[in-house]
C-alpha cells in the first residue's frame, strides 16, 4: 500500500487541535516559542524544533517578509533574516536550536514602525519502513518581529463591523507602530445576548494595514449593536461597534 502524506498547516501562536481519521499518523515536531520579537539593540534570537515523536524527523525553514495589503497577507523570500541550520534531521525524542540572525539594521528614522517575517518550518515527509496509511507532516508558520529604535508605539486600532448581505465583515486598521494579534472574539448586543465569534486566532494587523475577516455569524446577531470582546496581544479588550449598511 502506498502511503499519501498530508500537510497540516499552523499558523501563529494559537493552534486547533487535529482529528485523525482510523489508520493516521502525525508528526512529533513542535516549535517553542511560538513566536519571536527582536530588539533594535537584539541581532539574534532563537527558538527550538522538538521531535516529541517515535520517528527520525527532517525539516526545513525558510524565511519570508511579511506585509499586508487590500489581499491580505503577502509572504516574499527575503535575506532580511538568516537561519541557521536551515535544514535539520531530529533523531526521537532530540531537540535542535535555530538561531535567527538579523542581517541589516532596524527599522530607523521619523515615523519608523515593527518590521515584520514570517519562518516557514516544513517537515519534509519521509518513508518509514513497515508503516502504512496517512501521515500527517507539519507546516509551521512563525511571526518574528523586528522592533524599531527607540519606543515603539502600541498599535491604535480602527473597527468596523460592514454588512454584506446576509453576512458581516469585521474591517480592522492599525495606526499604531506595532502589531496587533486577535484571538478569542466575541460580541454583545445590547440586550446582554452573547455571541461567539472565533474562540482561538483570528489574526494579525500589522503596523499600517487594514485586514478584513468574514465572520460567521449572520447579520441578525449584530443588528442590535454592542460591544466586541478581544483579546489583543493576549490583552482582553471591549471595542463599541454598531453595524453599518455596506462596505466603505
Known amino acids: ?3 499519501t502524506w498530508l500537510r497540516y498547516t499552523l499558523g501563529g501562536a494559537l493552534f486547533a487541535g487535529l482529528l485523525m481519521p482510523v489508520g493516521a499518523s502525525a508528526s512529533g515536531l513542535q516549535v517553542a516559542p511560538t513566536t519571536l520579537s527582536l530588539k533594535a539593540s537584539q541581532n539574534a534570537d532563537g527558538l527550538w524544533l522538538i521531535n516529541t515523536g517515535d520517528n ?4 526545513q525553514v525558510r524565511v519570508y517578509h511579511w506585509t499586508q495589503n ?3 497577507d503577502q509572504l516574499i523570500g527575503s535575506r532580511g533574516l538568516v537561519i541557521s541550520p536551515p535544514m535539520l534531521q531530529l533523531a526521537a525524542g532530540d531537540r535542535q536550536l535555530i538561531r535567527v540572525i538579523r542581517t541589516g539594521a532596524p527599522p530607523n528614522g521619523t515615523g519608523a514602525v515593527e518590521d515584520a517575517y514570517r519562518l516557514a518550518i516544513d517537515e519534509l515527509p519521509i518513508d ?5 496509511g496517512l501521515q500527517f507532516v507539519l507546516h ?3 511571526p518574528i518581529f523586528i522592533e524599531p529604535v527607540g519606543a515603539t508605539a502600541p498599535p491604535q486600532l480602527q473597527w468596523n463591523l460592514l ?3 446576509e453576512q458581516v465583515m469585521l474591517r480592522v486598521s492599525n495606526h499604531g507602530g506595532s502589531h496587533a494579534q486577535l484571538a478569542a472574539l466575541s460580541y454583545i448586543d445590547t440586550n446582554g445576548h ?3 465569534i472565533n474562540p482561538g486566532l483570528l489574526g494579525y494587523v500589522l503596523p499600517g494595514a487594514t485586514m478584513q475577516w468574514m465572520l460567521k455569524p449572520p447579520a441578525a446577531a449584530f443588528a442590535a449593536g454592542g460591544i466586541l470582546e478581544a483579546m489583543i496581544n493576549g490583552e482582553k479588550a471591549a471595542q463599541d461597534l454598531s453595524l453599518a449598511d ?3
Open 246 to 248: 455596506r462596505s466603505r
Open 194 to 196: 452573547r455571541t461567539d
Open 70 to 72: 487590500d489581499q491580505g
Open 163 to 165: 454588512r454584506h448581505g
Open 56 to 59: 527520525v524527523v527532517h525539516a
Open 128 to 132: 518509514v519502513e513497515g508503516k502504512q
Open 140 to 142: 509551521y508558520s512563525v
Open 1 to 3: 500500500m502506498k502511503r
